[in-house]
T-cell receptor
């Protein structure tokens, strides 16, 4: 069965530190990949997505992710985090690798940024 | 992105009663809606996919007679938890997508507590 693994449950960083959150998926076919962010008390918001083309994807708020097909990975990065980046981050893949929105999510990584 | 509204945001009900959760797409023709459930410290798990005017497709292990889904229009889908039990207490989230879209938009979720 398809699955998405996020390696870190909770990451604590100081402001201006660099961030990398790991995400690996298990699916051998074509995939669409997503990173969502959930700020405290708010709904899930799309950070960035990969469908095809350039494997380095840039999203909102200075986030980027790199799709490495050989490693089945889609890690999220940000060069310098801010306190306002404190949130929970979810990696997701289309369940059937198709064009619908049904997603398989990782368990999420909680990011705490200390001012 | 689309604006998706869920109601109620929180609900407490007695064991044995039924609860209806609404998911509205305010500015978007939602041909497809997805219902997820999230247990504490767990990932979002897809429960079912519903296409407007059709019966919902349930994921393995999800009881269709317990979680009734209605998607009668392009702007509204409802999830009814019938004869709720404490183990049904969870966070329920809907997302919406439209035909041919590779992206889905999420509601803010409904926290259900069954006492």
């Amino acid at each position: 069965a398809q699955s998405v693994s996020q390696h870190n449950h909770h990451v604590i960083l100081s402001e201006a530190a660099s961030l990398e959150l790991g995400c690996n998926y298990s699916y051998g076919g074509t995939v669409n990949l997503f990173w969502y962010v959930q700020y405290p008390g708010q709904h899930l918001q799309l950070l960035l997505k990969y469908f095809s083309g350039d494997p380095l994807v840039k999203g909102i708020k200075g986030f980027e992710a790199e799709f490495i097909k050989s490693k089945f990975s889609f890690n999220l990065r940000k060069p310098s985090v801010q306190w306002s980046d404190t949130a929970e981050y979810f990696c997701a893949v289309n369940k059937y690798g198709g064009s619908q929105g049904n997603l398989i999510f990782g368990k999420g990584t909680k990011l705490s940024v200390k001012p | 992105g689309a604006v998706v509204s869920q109601h109620p945001s929180r609900v407490i009900c007695k064991s044995g009663t039924s609860v209806k959760i609404e998911c509205r797409s305010l500015d978007f023709q939602a041909t497809t809606m997805f219902w997820y459930r999230q247990f504490p410290k767990q990932s979002l798990m897809l429960m079912a996919t519903s296409n407007e005017g059709s019966k919902a497709t349930y994921e393995q292990g999800v009881e269709k007679d317990k979680f009734l889904i209605n998607h009668a229009s392009l702007t509204l889908s409802t999830l009814t938890v019938t004869s709720a039990h404490p183990e049904d207490s969870s966070f329920y989230i809907c997302s919406v997508s439209t035909a041919g879209s590779l992206e889905a938009f999420f509601g803010q979720g409904t926290r259900l507590t069954v006492v």
